[in-house]
């Protein structure tokens, strides 16, 4: 028998989907993708170019377990300059993915008994990641009226003696919300007087429209900063999803045992994405700005179309790339065999309808709505759309 740890994960709600449109794109059947999480756009050529150039210069040897010194001292350059936090070399790590700096932090703070806070719409692997550490998340849900922002009262009273820290994202996935410079202040002061670490995931940051401003949450007070672990990498913002390079910035003894477990389980992050990622440091090229003026086109022509659909309604996400539509006026309604019921039929029956895959919210900790990522082209979205109009229409 399979140990616990492993027997206690819940399967995605995203995997029944994504092997079920693998089927059907073996068939031969075209599918219009929105369920993906990641940039359609390539890693900007002078990045690229790093990488090669990384292989020639012999960067294909272990590096020190928490990355190159290089590499992070450019990201406490990064830090200082775009975020206004200012982190030694030795503060920050390194690690193959955002998603393992943030495991990294979760097994170095967490343990049996423990509690997470996570304000739900939740990133689907917040939950497992938790779990995973024996501690148990503590799901707590924000309104849709409300743009998903973080309700203050509702996380104060989901506080115990076992709470040992929250998991904020900001931009947030699913659900585009960017909290507030206040909002921030006030869960930052709470954690402090409550001694509570805050798992800043900020990997959303460049992806903001409408001239909202990106706050990281350890900028408001020392005090703040001394409990905050701030997570973020290249994959979303620099378009190198693949590359799996990711970071973590925090308390000193934090970031040394962090250090210390990823030694032991992958040695370091891969060498030659490390050499690559300083360029995307030293030299973006202004490519995260041409990337946010597609994406922000998109957004506005999406959820204007998603919001001129009959029974769908769509708050504008500020941050990120996804759109979450509420779907919930369909559920109840049936065609030929199709009845829906939930966020995952209405999944279901959008990606065999109308050959369009999407996310269902069940899978975000939010079932009366699905998740659209709009990293796919305005021609595709275009398609989408109409396909997806049609098929709605179906529904009775
Ligand atoms: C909220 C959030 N955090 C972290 C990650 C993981 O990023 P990485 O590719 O750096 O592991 C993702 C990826 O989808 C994400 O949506």
């Known amino acids: 028998m399979f140990a616990k740890r492993v027997q206690n994960m819940t399967p995605s709600a995203t995997i029944e989907i994504t092997s079920k449109i693998a089927e059907l794109k073996k068939q031969g059947v075209e599918i219009l993708s929105f369920n993906i999480g990641e940039p359609d756009f390539d890693t900007p050529e002078n990045i690229r170019d790093k990488g090669k150039e990384a292989l020639d210069l012999g960067h294909t040897r272990y590096t020190p377990a928490g990355g190159t010194i290089d590499l992070r001292e450019e990201i406490a350059k990064k830090l200082l300059k775009e975020n206004n936090l200012e982190y030694t070399y030795q503060e920050i790590i390194v690690s193959n993915g955002a998603k393992q700096a943030l495991m990294n932090a979760l097994l170095t703070l967490c343990e049996e008994g423990d509690e997470v806070i996570i304000p739900s719409p939740y990133w689907v692997s917040y939950i497992e990641m938790v779990k995973l550490t024996g501690a148990k998340p503590v799901l707590v849900d924000m309104e849709e009226s409300d743009n998903f922002n973080l309700n203050i009262e509702k996380i104060k009273e989901s506080i115990t003696d076992k709470t040992k820290c929250i998991m904020i994202n900001t ?86 045992a962090m250090t210390n477990l990823q030694g032991h389980m992958t040695t370091g992050p891969n060498a030659p994405a490390q050499h690559a990622s300083l360029e995307a440091f030293r030299n973006s090229n202004n490519s995260v700005e041409k990337m946010v003026v597609e994406f922000d086109r998109r957004r506005k022509y999406l959820v204007d179309r998603l919001n001129n659909i009959q029974g769908i309604t769509c708050n504008l996400p500020k941050g990120a790339f996804y759109a979450m539509p509420n779907v919930s006026s369909f559920y109840g309604k049936s065609w030929e065999n199709y009845k829906i019921k939930n966020s995952m039929d209405l999944t279901n029956f959008l990606l065999e309808e109308a050959k369009v895959a999407v996310a269902p919210g069940e899978a975000f900790g939010i079932d009366d709505n699905i998740r659209i990522a709009y990293s796919n082209s305005m021609d595709n979205i275009v398609k989408g759309m109409d396909a997806l109009e049609k098929a709605l229409k179906k529904l009775k």
Request: negative net charge; hydrophobic residues 35%; aromatic residues 8%.
């Open 171 to 256: 931009p947030n996935n699913p659900t585009g919300a960017i909290y507030t410079e206040t909002q921030l202040r006030e869960i930052g002061n709470l954690c402090v007087e409550n001694d509570i670490f805050i798992l800043s995931d900020e990997i959303y940051e460049k992806l903001i429209y409408d001239g909202e401003k990106h706050v990281s949450i350890g900028t408001l007070s020392k005090e703040i900063k001394d409990k905050t672990i701030l997570i973020n990498g290249v994959s979303k913002s620099f378009a190198m999803t693949g590359w799996r390079i990711g970071y973590a910035a925090g308390p000193k003894d934090i970031i040394k």
